[in-house]
């Protein structure tokens, strides 16, 4: 959700650019692809001109600074659990195996996505100043 309307119409624009660029992605191969690509990159390129210009106008952020350690911590912990699910598919050749590895990974990784991450985000969090 956009705070002012410059934000939401910027924003707006980089949608659907994204949209745009993804269709000629999709359909690089003939030359309306590479058309709706290279037209979805300028107006990606035009929204992120117009993001930077409005930035100045939004203030000084509330919230202090996150613990970066906790926040680390975090990101590796779900990396490793995405690694034990890549090993894990490749170490055993029974699916009863790789079921286990990978739901042990997802169940790693979502220790760090719910519990860790949370936990670094809400140690400053705007509403305990």
Known sequence: ???TTSQGRTFTIFMA????AAAGLAYVGSAGGKVALVLGVVIIAYSCT????IKPLEGVTAVGAQ???MKLAGVGIVLLGWLIVLFGLNLT???TG???TTLLGL???LVG???VLPMASNKNAIWKA
């Open 1 to 3: 959700m956009a705070a």
């Open 17 to 20: 650019g994204l949209t745009v």
């Open 50 to 53: 117009g993001f930077i210009k």
């Open 67 to 69: 613990p970066a350690v």
């Open 93 to 95: 050749p029974s699916v």
């Open 98 to 100: 790789r079921m286990i």
């Open 107 to 109: 169940a790693v990784s």
């Open 113 to 115: 996505v719910l519990l």
